[in-house]
Nanobody
Framework: QVQLVESGGGAIKAGGSLNLSCVASGADYSMYSMGWFRQPPGKEREGVAAIDSDGSTTYAESVKGRFIISKDNAKKILYLRMDNLKLEDTAMYYC??????????????????????????WGLGTEVTVFS
């Protein structure tokens, strides 16, 4: 079992930056694939970024060049650095984990095909609101 707790959300003016964190506990975090998803108001949950146990990453096209996913295996923390935030980034952001890697080292361009079904464990989310 893996427990995930997100933090770092808030209200931010467009163009600003936020750093989301996700603290993991209950398993060998370093061996898991980790991801960030988001659910905008009234819309379905969508993948944002993922990172495999070897550190390989993938991003949704909408956030490439603006968001960076990273992790600290020793601290068991997953991060999402979000720069140049846009109104359309407003959403509830969720951290997710799964014991099976995506194989991102061989297939890095799968960010837009990330699915909730790819991840077994989920946090409760942290809300991000971008205003003009």
């Amino acid at each position: 079992q893996v427990q995930l707790v997100e933090s770092g959300g808030g209200a931010i003016k467009a163009g600003g930056s936020l750093n989301l964190s996700c603290v993991a506990s209950g398993a060998d975090y370093s061996m898991y694939s980790m991801g960030w998803f988001r659910q905008p108001p009234g819309k379905e949950r969508e993948g944002v970024a993922a990172i495999d146990s070897d550190g390989s990453t993938t991003y949704a096209e909408s956030v490439k060049g603006r968001f960076i996913i990273s992790k600290d295996n020793a601290k068991k923390i997953l991060y999402l650095r979000m720069d140049n935030l846009k109104l359309e980034d407003t959403a509830m952001y969720y951290c997710a984990a799964d014991p099976v890697d995506f194989g991102l080292a061989e297939n890095p361009d799968v960010g837009d095909s990330m699915s909730q079904a790819d991840f077994t464990y989920w946090g409760l989310g942290t809300e991000v609101t971008v205003f003009s």
